[in-house]
């Protein structure tokens, strides 16, 4: 295809993409009482070959020709780079100064316990053709698996919990403690993979090295540095287009200087955002950043996403044994792990069990792990497509379960807000931009 061409069909999957997560974001709302976000999760695999491709094989196929696949690929990754920046820049440090016992007991719980099932299973995978690249260790199987199944839906968490109105509970503060924490380990985990995935250890090296020397340059320096753009921001009275496009720039350094190094993107997009000064600045950021990324770039990465989804690959009784098998391992190993490590460390059983719900959810975060592992052929569409489906169900567990176990009862007590409309894809803090419409 001429680019020419490739414009021309952008701007038709552009449209098709925003109409569709629309309605099926609206449709999970009404009749699922689902966020708008989850909806736009599914809409993505039903655009792909699971649904769409699979009933009108030749349209699917004319829309979302393999050329143009790039072009959706680089929007997909700002898209998913922005929001990463978007989630840093609500990044809440305190949180992990508050309740350190039991926020690091039901942390290390939530994600050992996952980590468990991942050694237990990973051999059996490996065995599986398909799953996993030929070139894959066993130790890097198991360590992907362990981060793949082990994340938290870090920014849904801290949407739940900030429209619930728990930002103070005991709740509240635990479970963004640990999930800030857990997910922080599961990153570092990523990056060590993929620094080491067909490249050796002496790129391992350098990749998690030169990641380690830029978190350190930006929490120190960079963060003194970047606090004159609060400062100039304050003066002007807000965020004006001059100071916008350095942030921008900023950004995009940040992003490279991961991907250079072998990482990735989005470890730059967010270790910027949760250094950027606060107060005025942020707020102003994200209220002139969130609206676009939500709406129009998230939405291509859900299809991306959805494009690379083929749920008929699992064809088989042994492929869809191991899809079950990879759902309630999932959802035992987190909630209950997070549920013991609560109750151990003193909480009463109904906060222990909405902190296990919570928890659960792997959401966009999980997305944006396997999305990464199939981008550097680490695993294989049959087992992207499992993880997918995982990642679809836990979410859409997430609020119905948190309210059955603990919602009601605190509701009956007074305790508890009505949750206007949680975004599993809202950064922390942030107002809902999606729900406005």
């Not at 287009?241 to 950004?251: E, H, K, S, W």
């Not at 209220?287 to 088989?316: H, R």
């Amino acid at each position: 295809m001429t680019a020419a061409e490739l414009s021309v069909v952008f701007f038709l999957q552009l449209a098709v993409i925003l109409a569709a997560c629309r309605i099926v974001g609206w449709a999970a709302k009404r009749w699922l009482g689902q966020p708008q976000v989850v909806g736009e999760m599914i809409a993505g695999v039903i655009l792909g070959p699971s649904l769409f491709g699979l009933l009108a094989p030749e349209i699917q196929g004319m829309l979302f020709p393999a050329e143009s696949r790039d072009v959706l690929y680089v929007g997909a990754q700002l898209g998913v780079g922005l929001y990463m920046f978007l989630v840093g820049l609500g990044f809440r440090t305190d949180h992990f100064l508050s309740q350190a016992k039991s926020a690091a007991a039901v942390s290390f719980a939530g994600t050992a316990a996952p980590f468990l099932l991942a050694v237990l299973i990973t051999p059996w995978l490996l065995n599986t053709p398909g799953l996993f690249s030929d070139r894959a260790t066993l130790a890097q199987a198991m360590l992907f698996m362990g981060a793949a199944i082990s994340i938290t839906a870090f920014p849904m968490l801290a949407r739940i919990i900030h429209e619930r109105g728990l930002s103070g509970t005991p709740l509240g503060t635990l479970s963004l403690s640990a999930g800030a924490i857990g997910d922080a380990g599961a990153w570092i985990i990523l990056a060590i993979v993929l620094a080491s995935f067909g490249a050796g250890a002496g790129m391992a090296v350098t990749a998690v090295g030169g990641a380690a020397l830029f978190m350190v340059f930006m929490t120190t320096i960079g963060r003194r540095l970047l606090v004159r753009l609060g400062d100039m921001a304050e003066r002007e009275g807000g965020v004006g287009p001059g100071l916008m496009a350095v942030t921008l720039m900023l950004f995009a350094l940040s992003a490279f200087a991961m991907d250079a190094i072998g990482i990735h993107a989005v470890f730059g997009g967010f270790l910027l955002g949760a250094v950027m000064p606060r107060g005025l600045f942020a707020e102003q950021v994200r209220k002139q950043l969130e609206p676009f990324t939500v709406v129009v770039l998230l939405p291509m990465f859900f299809t991306y996403s959805g494009l690379n989804t083929q749920l008929t690959a699992v064809d088989s009784w042994p492929l869809l044994l191991i899809a079950l098998v990879v759902l309630a391992g999932s959802v035992l190993a987190k909630f209950g792990a997070c549920w013991a490590a609560a109750r151990l460390t003193g909480q009463d059983n109904a906060t222990a069990l909405g902190i296990g719900a919570l928890m659960n959810a792997r959401g966009l975060m999980e997305l944006i792990i396997i999305n990464i592992g199939l981008q550097r052929g680490l695993i294989g569409p049959a087992l992207f497509s499992i993880l997918v489906l995982m990642a679809i169900v836990t979410t859409l567990m997430a609020s119905p379960l948190f309210e059955r176990v603990y919602g009601r009862k605190a509701r009956a007590r007074g305790e508890l807000g009505q949750l206007a409309d949680p975004e599993p894809g809202a950064p922390p803090g942030a107002a809902s931009v999606r729900d406005t419409s």
